[in-house]
């Protein structure tokens, strides 16, 4: 069974929500690219969709939506994500993930793509909090 630290972002807001999802929700993600919707549902949010960004796996390496296949793969890199140059023109062979999420991936990150009619704070249990303080 796959278990995910999940970051929602919300870009309208610009506001972002982590909690942990497993079991057939996060079952809902196997398989599946970067730059895909997936039902909102999944994460708690009925009504929404949400797409795939990107993540990470266990060593912290990012998926790159550019490499196909759940994998690890050295590619050259010349700035994006998964390396950042400190010189113009510099160039550097880097361990990366492909665009699938597989069970070997820790982190994901999504963004609403496609809004509901409740908010997200209200879906997440986030208003009764902020209420408390």
């Known amino acids: 069974m796959a278990t995910f630290a999940v970051v929602v972002s919300d870009p309208e807001t610009g506001t972002s929500h982590q909690f942990e999802i497993d079991g057939q929700d996060a079952n809902r993600f196997l ?7 997936v039902d909102g549902e999944a994460v708690g949010l009925p009504g929404y969709t949400v797409e795939i960004t990107g993540g ?15 994998n ?6 010349d700035g994006g994500t ?17 665009r699938e ?32 303080e």
């Open 31 to 37: 398989g599946r690219d970067v730059g895909e919707d």
């Open 56 to 70: 990470s796996d266990t060593a912290g390496r990012p998926m790159r939506g550019d490499v196909s296949g759940p």
């Open 72 to 77: 690890l793969t050295d590619v050259l890199l």
């Open 82 to 98: 998964g390396f950042n140059p400190q010189r113009d023109g510099e160039r550097r062979r880097v361990t990366v993930r492909g």
């Open 101 to 132: 999420v597989s069970e070997e991936i820790v982190q994901l990150n999504l963004a609403i793509s496609e809004r509901g009619e409740e908010s997200v704070d209200a879906l997440l249990g986030e208003d009764e909090e902020s209420d408390e």
